[in-house]
């Protein structure tokens, strides 16, 4: 029934979807996939608009893995009455889709250096696709770091695909949580905390920072207290987002459109306005 | 009938009735024509008929916060500048339905609005307009993503611009380069002579539209002593400027001064009513409104315009980044006059003074910049310095 | 001796110490080993010692009744316990756990205490590196307690 032919990127028309499968990954997070019949091309780092019937759109990032490409994969977390509908679905239901839109990480450019991924919360779904692009280009690669900070034990997300990772020789995972559960065992604290600790070049790396602006904040300040210049570090922006192809006005930062500039931005592109209040 | 031939370029006289014939023969070639006309006290756009639907004798004075009409002497046609009203409605609606969605079952497929149907002319079009127009086009058609109904809009509109004969009291398009005079993108131009001797239009052709449009209506060549009329009109007018803004190093200056006291002074006076965005011909904000009818099956999309003024533009996460009506302010201000730049490749402000006339507590946007000029300090530190 | 002193010199905590001074602090120094689950120290206890984590996680807990320990943050190596040593009254504020197993290297604190007092210099240092570290903990303390990962605020 469905072409699930993807969103024409150009047209600002959704597309419709059907969900054929949902994971809730925690309290109010759920996992949304869809399947195309003709390939689905993104880049890690980008987003769509998903369209709740008569409700309206949201950007998610697309947090699926980039070489599926007979699928369509979002994490979405239930904030307000759009997320929230999305974030309750069951498979079956028909949701709109259109994009991918922005910029990506820049996994390419990337080759031959080391790569430190931080991620805070519900942060870790746009850099799922570049973990998986790394992975799957693992020779192409130094060293792979991916710090995680969660809320709380109950609020990690992808927790099967983190233990699988945990258990290779050739990649560095370290998870921590904010408050700890009485049965956890593992780190707890901030997840800037952890970068004294990770084993990496900086003269040959770069990092990839998603999370909370305040987690960024502090991340990027404990990895250029590592010797990373601001050229080397890459974070993910949010904001309000209506059309998402740059003419609503909404999502300006500064000077740059987030759903076109960004998401994802070099972190020297955006320095000075990062730390001005209310921009 | 005139028995000559004129070409795209050469300057023609009509006679003020003639005005009319234009509006007519557009009218009779299936366009909706805007002009303006009087309404509610102020001079504002709308479907025109003929030149009775125009403020014949009237003027406007204008100065921060205020806007008055006064009989004119004479009857010019366009003896005044510009009134609260921009060709932006035109081109770029106050509301547009994008598409409709019908639900089937647990599906439902989308069908996209149709196109605008009668193309639009445009009668009294001002240089400073002209480049508020062609401002949008840098953002509705030559970026990644072109806006379908606004450039079918813009494809086929007939554009009658005129050279303005007086400048306001908040005009100030000769600091940014976008006027009096009107220079290009127009079919016809017109500009009007009127004293006690004569009242007559030297016309230019600017297009093959605008040519085949004239050829058959009465007209003249003009002679030089009428070239040269039209051309004092507007240098008068250029040494008539209400305001001036200094724009040299304009954009590095507010892109270097988020902090500066300026914008918490001009917070204490600004409402954040956004009069000022919504009289602005280049801005172009817009939100969008999901509905759904009341059994559910049928869902629109609409768009309209939205200033970066209300509370909730930059909603995220619980709260907007803007919350200060400072920080929106700012905002407004340094996005106009210097991210326009980086962005578009241009300023987006155009002189025309309507956000100076039209703000309720008569913010300048000029003086804005100059008192932030006057006490701004010096550019300092770079990305990688740590603070 | 040496071996302790080569320690201290290789321990974060005191990069960049003068050898006049890794001397007199090894004077004091000792290793340490903790078997998973052991305390290093408990709330309110003296605060008898300095502790510089060499190898392994210490959780910093707070117990409270009726419930188990709440786990407040994980120090790592590099990370040092704490300047509860070096002002009065010389008690501990929480409890100490060796997450997995620890090799930390000990500081008497009275005997770094009776000899910063004797060397202003030597305190001076010891008082720089602290600030900074305290500085750092509670900078991330302070995230930690926003709770940015929540939903809305």
């Known amino acids: 029934m469905f072409t699930g032919q993807v969103g024409d990127a150009a047209s600002s028309v959704p597309q419709p979807f059907e969900v054929t499968r949902v994971r809730i990954e925690a309290a109010g997070v759920a996992t949304l996939e869809m399947t195309t019949f003709s390939p689905f091309v993104f880049a890690p780092g980008q987003f769509n608009m998903l369209y709740a019937f008569g409700l309206g759109e949201v950007a998610i990032s697309i947090s699926g893995d980039p070489a599926q490409k007979e699928r369509v994969v979002h994490t979405v977390r239930s904030a307000g009455a759009v997320s929230g509908a999305l974030a309750r679905l069951r498979r079956g239901a028909v949701i709109g889709v259109r994009g991918p839109y922005g910029s990506h990480w820049p996994v390419k450019d990337a080759e031959g250096s080391d790569v430190v991924i931080v991620a805070g919360g519900l942060g870790i779904a746009p850099v799922r696709p570049a973990m998986y692009y790394l992975i799957a280009h693992r020779e192409r690669y130094g060293r792979i770091v991916l710090l995680y900070g969660a809320r709380s034990p109950g609020d990690i997300l992808y927790r099967r695909e983190l233990e699988t990772w945990r258990r290779r020789l050739d990649l560095d995972i370290a998870v921590t949580v904010d408050h700890a559960a009485a049965d956890w065992r593992g780190n707890v604290g901030v997840v800037p905390a952890l970068i004294p600790q990770i084993a990496f070049d900086p003269q040959h790396a770069i990092a990839l920072v998603c999370g909370p602006e305040i987690m960024m904040r502090f991340t990027i300040s404990a990895l250029r207290d590592r010797g990373l210049t601001t050229h080397q570090i890459f974070v993910s922006m949010e904001r309000n987002m209506k059309c998402a192809v740059g003419l609503c006005g909404h999502c300006q930062f500064g000077p740059a459109f987030v759903c076109r500039d960004g998401p994802v931005f070099r972190f020297d592109r955006i320095a000075p306005l990062f730390g001005v209040r209310e921009i | ?387 | 001796m040496q071996g302790l002193e080569r320690i201290v010199l290789g321990h974060p905590f005191f990069a960049g110490l003068g050898p006049e001074f890794s001397a007199a602090i090894s004077g004091c120094a000792r290793n340490l080993r903790f078997a998973a689950g052991e305390y290093l120290f408990r709330e309110d206890e003296p605060a008898n010692e300095f502790y510089l984590i060499r190898h392994g996680t210490v959780a910093l807990e707070l117990h409270s009744p009726g419930r188990p320990p709440i786990v407040i943050t994980t120090l790592p190596e590099g990370e040092i316990l704490d300047a509860a040593c070096l002002v009065p009254p010389y008690r501990w504020t929480f409890d100490a756990r060796a997450v997995e197993l620890v090799r930390a290297l000990g500081v008497n604190a009275r005997c770094l205490r009776d000899k910063c007092e004797a060397d202003h210099d030597l305190g001076y240092e010891l008082m720089k590196r602290f600030v900074g570290a305290m500085g750092e903990r509670l900078r991330a303390t302070r995230l930690q307690v926003l709770d940015v990962y929540g939903t809305g605020r």
Not at chain 2, 140 to 163: C, H, M, Q, S, T
Not at chain 2, 286 to 310: I, K, Q, Y
Not at chain 2, 343 to 362: A, E
């Open chain 2, 1 to 387: 009938m005139s028995n000559q031939v004129a070409t795209i370029g050469e300057k023609l006289v009509i006679e003020p009735h003639v005005v009319q014939n234009i509006i007519s023969e557009l009218a009779g070639r299936g366009y909706r024509v805007i002009g303006p006309t009087l309404r509610d006290g102020a001079i504002i756009y709308d479907e025109v008929k003929g030149l009775e639907n125009f403020p014949v004798g009237w003027t406007d004075r204008q100065d921060a916060g205020r806007y008055r009409l006064e009989k004119r002497a004479d009857a010019a046609l366009f003896g005044y500048a510009v009134g609260p009203h921009s060709w932006k409605r035109f081109f770029h609606p106050p509301t547009e339905r994008l598409w409709q969605a019908r639900r089937e079952g647990s599906a439902f497929t989308i069908v996209e609005a149709e196109a605008p149907h009668r193309p639009l002319a445009l009668i009294g079009v001002r240089a400073c307009e002209l480049r508020a127009i062609a401002i949008h086009d840098s953002v509705f058609l030559a970026g990644a993503y072109v806006d379908k109904p606004y450039e079918l809009r813009r494809d086929r509109a007939f554009i009658v611009a005129v050279n303005c004969r007086q400048a306001s009291g908040t005009c100030f398009c000769v600091s940014m380069d976008a006027g009096p005079k009107v220079e290009t993108d127009f079919d016809l131009a017109l500009t009007e002579l009127i004293d006690e001797y004569r009242h007559a239009f030297v016309i230019e052709i600017g297009s093959a539209a605008g040519l085949d449009l004239i050829k058959n209506l009465l007209w003249r060549p003009a002679t030089v002593e009428e070239v040269a009329a039209a051309e004092r009109v507007v240098a008068r007018t250029r040494t008539q400027m209400g305001r001036t803004l200094d724009t040299n190093g304009l954009k590095e200056l507010l892109q270097a001064n988020p902090e500066h006291p300026r914008w918490d002074e001009v917070a204490e006076r600004c409402l954040s009513c956004g009069n000022c965005t919504n009289v602005c011909p280049t801005c172009f904000c817009t939100t969008v409104e999901d509905t759904t009818d009341l059994s559910g099956t049928v869902a629109e999309r609409v768009r309209r315009w939205d200033s970066c003024f209300t509370l909730d533009f930059s909603f995220i996460h619980g709260g907007s980044v803007r919350n200060s009506a400072r920080s929106r302010y700012r905002q407004w201000m340094t996005h106009k006059l210097a991210h326009w730049i980086d962005q578009f490749g241009s300023s987006g402000c155009v002189g025309c003074g309507r956000c100076i006339t039209w703000c309720p507590v008569g913010i300048d946007i000029t003086e804005e910049a100059a008192a932030i000029r006057a006490t701004a300090e010096p550019n300092e530190g770079d990305a990688d310095a740590r603070s």
